[in-house]
């Protein structure tokens, strides 16, 4: 249940206070229960000249299919733990300089400790030559039961793409314009290396192509995030984890890639990085300057109204974008002590957009006979820099791979934006002068964070995780537009305004894991109590205080060697951001623009999931949200009249989501590994808007196949496709479109470099074909874009190649929240 409470502005300070300390206290909140904890492998690594190697790379495959599970490195003592799932079939492979891999025989993992026989590695034939490289490439995709990992650093289709072309291409990811989906459902909380991101529609997508993809480590894909996440984001939670090198020494790498569509897309960049025994200092800097098109037709019909008589219009739009975008990440990690890591490090993302769109209008009477016309070209200058730090803490109690761990972390960000408009109107029937609209507009967010997280082991193999975090939001805007018609200029007092938004989110979690018998089971609740201002300058404020809890439950019971059962329940919230609420407008041409609707409720989601996984890889699973006051995105007339319409988010009143979810993982052969997922869905919408009733849904589908090649001569490739058929969704109902990608990849220079050459969507089939229904208006739009392009990349990695041991590593904020997650 949600409870809104309207107060003056005075008592807001108040409420953040109040709700807090309470909020706080939960912390110390009875625990009960038994939860999921983790079983383990461990043994020591020899030589037949020594009993023990220290740093020999150990890793936990599973038995069916060789996947590795998890890797960690041997002590000084030859030791090594490797914590996994209990009931399941396993194999341990151990490889180290000059010594070949030792493969051990398959076991099943019993609950508590399995101790194996000591291992001893046997000499190459290759430990007489002067340099030997070991290497090993992740998958492409791991599937795990609550979430899909892409590990996209050694893609060859990342080479020059941006993060958004990335995503576009992750399983079950939509990008459909600027909006982002994740398996046939909007709402979703992005976070950037543990950080949350709080932008939504066309600031996020402007956001994630300046990101280079270049950047990238790993996509992860959480369709049932446990406690210690927000509770933002009913679809889930997309996690982008940025590269961080791991090699000794002082090394680095340097990258450049050039690419062709109808314009042409440069990116290069440049990492550095120094560890040693107790520090490690590290940046990267990337530049990107891309130039594209996007082309839309657009064909609309209004109905008569009593202030406006019917009509219909056709448009086409051409826009020529340059985007230049300068990204950088410093940051220190320090051992403090032997057990207490430090961690600082700062980020910047400095952005600008130059665009020109050209307009022309056609608008028809009632009858259909041609009545006015007139062209319109827009200039925009967007600027968005952004800047971000981070302190974080981690120490763990002892010793123990399962001591008790506290970590801590105090983030702040602020992202600007300054956009400069010129709409320029030409009328050619009836004729008349042009007129000039300028616009001045610019923003200021900033976000503050601070965490604590916990976690310590429990009688019976149960552990217990618990948090607290405080989130503060505030966002200043201001636009001035003026009006320039046959010479005088004035301010246009009806649509210059300025809106203030705050936000504050104080919440605590608790988590417990536990597994028995063959079952394993995660228990959490969040609480979380938010309070939000929304002022605008012409408008009384608009307070709400609301409190709510979010349970998540995740239940895994393994059948026997084949089969395993997995049944999760998850609450969820979709809070408006900054942008849906701000009610300032951004013209897009003379008849179109985009604002915010002050007067959005939260959206809240139950969302029920049972899996079940085949041979440990295969999987299959059934799903069900409700979602009650669903925000949606829509295209309407405008109040204005005078036949403009308006793109902004509303509430609709109910929405029910069904989704079948396949997914198969398959080696072919010892060079060709395939990873292939089919999301079927039906999505249902009930609600009213603009004297439209509404009751709609239809079944669809999102298909994604990609295949890997392990090529001789240090060849690989890459080859991936998708489909997303016909869907409804709310008023707006798109059509089928797909993108098939290719790409080549080759080592040089015993390994430092990488060439890399890849084509993304060869056929060109991903234009948008979209049609928004009501009652009295109807809108069909054609989008295209400069996706269909052609990009060579070099990098070249140089300095120290060896790899630091894991338990050596001074992790930053972003692992350790990973971490605290479960992941």
Not at 444 to 454: P, Q
């Amino acid at each position: 249940m949600v409870v809104h409470v309207t107060l003056f502005r005075s008592d807001f300070a108040l409420y953040q206070l109040k709700w807090a300390l309470l909020v706080s206290g939960l912390l110390a909140l009875p625990l009960a229960g038994r939860a999921q904890v983790r079983a383990a492998v461990r043994g020591t690594v020899g030589s037949g000249s020594s009993p023990a190697l220290e740093l020999a790379t150990v890793t936990l495959h599973r038995a069916t299919d060789s996947v590795a599970v998890k890797t960690e490195f041997s002590d000084k003592q030859g030791a090594f733990r490797l914590e996994a799932v209990a009931g399941r079939r396993y194999r341990v492979s151990v490889a180290q300089v000059g010594f070949g891999r030792y493969w051990s025989p398959a076991f099943e993992l019993p609950g508590g400790v399995l101790t194996l026989p000591a291992i001893i590695l046997v000499p190459s034939q290759a430990a007489s030559l002067k340099d030997v490289t070991v290497t090993a490439r992740r998958p492409l995709f791991e599937h795990r039961p609550d979430r899909t990992i892409m590990n996209v650093a050694d893609s060859p289709l990342a080479a020059g793409a941006t993060t958004l072309d990335v995503l576009g291409r992750a399983p079950g990811v939509t990008v459909d314009g600027d909006n982002l989906g994740l398996r046939g459902r909007q709402g979703l909380l992005l976070i950037l290396d543990g950080k949350r991101v709080p932008l939504t529609g066309a600031e996020l997508a402007d956001y994630l192509r300046a990101l280079p993809a270049e950047q990238l480590q790993s996509i992860e894909l959480i369709t049932n995030p446990p406690a210690s996440y927000d509770a933002q984001g009913g679809a889930g939670v997309i996690a982008i984890n940025l590269k961080k090198d791991q090699r000794l020494g002082t090394n680095g790498s340097a990258n450049a890639s050039y690419g062709r569509g109808e314009y042409g897309k440069f990116t290069g960049g440049l990492t550095l990085n120094h560890r040693r025994k107790n520090l490690n200092a590290y940046g990267n800097y990337t530049y990107t300057d891309r130039r594209y098109f996007t082309r839309i037709d657009d064909e609309r019909q209004f109905v008569a109204t009593p202030s406006l008589p019917a009509a219909s219009s056709v448009l086409t739009n051409n826009q020529v974008s340059q985007l230049r975008s300068h990204a950088a990440k410093l940051g220190l990690d320090l051992n403090l002590t032997k057990r207490t890591l430090l961690g600082v490090s700062v980020t910047g993302l400095a952005s600008q957009t130059q665009a020109t769109t050209t307009n022309q209008t056609q608008l028809y009477g009632a009858n259909g006979a041609p009545a006015d016309r007139y062209a319109s070209e827009v200039a925009q200058d967007i600027n968005r820099p952004s800047g971000s730090a981070n302190l974080n803490l981690r120490h763990p109690f002892a010793d123990s791979a399962n001591a008790a761990t506290l970590t801590a972390d105090a983030d702040y960000a602020r992202y600007r934006t300054t956009r400069l408009l010129d709409l320029t109107t030409y009328f050619d029937a009836p004729a008349q002068a042009p007129t000039l609209l300028t616009g001045d507009q610019r923003s200021t967010l900033s976000i503050g964070t601070a965490r604590a997280d916990y976690s310590r082991p429990l009688r019976h193999r149960a552990r217990l995780e618990a948090g607290a975090k405080v989130t503060r939001i505030t966002s200043d805007n201001e636009v001035v537009f003026a009006n320039t018609a046959n010479g005088p200029r004035t301010i246009d007092l009806a649509i210059s305004n300025q809106f203030r938004y705050e936000e504050n989110v104080n919440a605590a979690y608790v988590n417990l894991h536990g597994s028995a018998f063959k079952t394993t089971l995660q228990a959490g609740l969040r609480a979380e109590q938010s309070n939000t201002l929304a002022a605008p300058s012409d408008a009384a404020s608009r307070t709400q205080h609301y409190f709510q809890l979010f349970p998540s439950v995740v239940a895994e019971r393994t059948l026997n060697d084949r089969h395993a059962l997995a049944l999760s329940l998850t609450r969820r919230i979709d809070r408006p951001s900054y942008v849906q609420v701000n009610p300032l407008r951004a013209y897009l041409n003379a008849t179109s623009y985009s604002a915010g609707n002050p007067y959005l409720m939260p959206a809240t989601s139950y969302n029920f999931e049972l899996t079940h996984t085949y041979r440990q890889k295969f999987s299959t699973a059934l799903a069900y949200a409700r979602t009650d006051q669903p925000i949606v995105n829509v295209v309407q007339p405008s109040p204005d009249g005078n036949h403009l319409v308006v793109n902004q988010d509303v509430n609709l009143r109910t929405q029910h989501f069904y989704t079948l979810t396949l997914t198969a993982p398959v080696t072919l052969t010892k060079w060709w590994e395939l990873y292939a997922t089919g999301f079927f869905y039906y999505n249902r919408f009930l609600g009213q808007l603009n004297g439209t009733d509404l009751d709609r849904g239809q079944v669809a589908c999102n298909l994604t196949l990609n295949s890997s090649f392990t090529l001789p001569k240090g060849w690989s490739a890459e080859l991936n496709g998708f489909y997303e058929s016909r869907e409804v969704y709310g008023f707006e109902a798109l059509r089928a479109r797909g993108q098939v990608a290719a790409g080549l990849q080759k080592s040089l220079w015993s390994q430092k470099g990488t060439f890399r050459l890849n084509v993304a969507d060869i056929f060109y089939t991903t234009p948008i074909n979209s049609t928004y229904t009501f009652a009295n208006f109807t809108e069909r739009f054609y989008r295209r874009q400069d996706l269909r392009v052609v990009t060579a990349a070099l990098t070249y990695r140089f300095g120290n190649s060896k790899v630091a041991a894991a338990r050596k590593r001074a992790a930053g904020a972003e692992e350790e929240l990973r971490r605290a997650a479960g992941q």
